[in-house]
């Protein structure tokens, strides 16, 4: 099976403008979960998707923001870019069972710098 | 989620065992300990995870304490590519897969 994957890999953005970054879970997995990495955070939970549906969100701002497809594809936007945006953003998928846990598998990753 | 403790960095001889340490004190009866790991420039990778009974699989051996209060992860030969830093995460079965990470222990083997 082929693993997440994530498009861009890399990215340049200036202040002010937006962007969106795409996932692509694992063929059969229904949930997409994305993470924030920065040096000085560390790893952070920005939100779940499961099914189309948001079923969790971390403590980010309303700039932060997401959505899953029918086909499990899923997209994150930031709007208003702020340096402090400049992070590795990575994105897990896993087959979702709300009632167990289930491994999730991370992509390899966006790298987002803010200029 | 409860909280935990780990070693900011260890440093580890090729070919032997690393032994991992986790204070998670705070842990609630039905919260589970996980492991991931992150080697560099990759994405976090799933390694083990236990209730209160020691789980063993083909990457490593979880040791929890009666008291379920800490817990140790064990590399049984620890490789190069063993490289990486290891997060240890408490949390509920069922909450999701959102997965609160600390600050893991830097984990560095040398040849």
């Known amino acids: 099976k082929a693993g997440v994957t994530q498009t861009p890999r890399y990215l340049i953005k200036t202040r002010g403008q937006q962007v969106t970054l795409s996932c692509s879970p694992i063929?059969?997995?229904?949930?997409v979960s994305w993470y924030q990495q920065t040096p000085g955070q560390g790893l952070q939970f920005l939100f779940e998707?499961?099914?189309?549906?948001?079923?969790n969100k971390g403590n980010f701002p309303g700039r932060f923001s997401g959505r899953q497809f029918s086909n499990s594809r899923s997209e994150m936007n930031v709007s208003t870019l702020e340096l402090g945006d400049s992070a590795l953003y990575l994105c897990?998928?896993?087959?979702?069972?709300?009632?167990?846990?289930?491994?999730?598998?991370f992509g390899p990753g966006t790298r987002l710098t803010v200029l | 989620d409860a909280k935990t403790t780990q070693p900011p960095s260890m440093d580890c001889a090729e070919g032997r065992a690393a032994n991992l340490p986790c204070n998670h004190s705070?842990?609630?009866?039905?919260?589970?300990v996980y492991w991931y790991r992150q080697i560099h420039s990759q994405g976090p990778q799933y390694i083990i995870h236990?209730?209160?009974n020691n789980e063993t699989n083909e990457m490593a051996s979880l040791i929890i304490t009666e008291d379920r209060k800490s817990s140790t992860l064990i590399l049984p030969h620890a490789t190069l590519r063993d490289t990486a830093v290891y997060y240890c995460?408490?949390?509920?079965?069922?909450?999701?897969?959102?997965?609160?990470f600390g600050g893991g222990t830097r984990v560095l083997v040398k040849p």
């Open positions: 998707y499961f099914s189309e549906t948001q079923r």
């Open positions: 897990a998928s896993s087959q979702g069972d709300p009632l167990s846990y289930n491994e999730q598998f």
């Open positions: 705070t842990i609630s009866g039905n919260e589970y």
């Open positions: 995460i408490v949390r509920v079965e069922t909450a999701g897969n959102k997965l609160t």
């Open positions: 063929s059969g997995h229904r949930s």
């Open positions: 236990g209730l209160k």
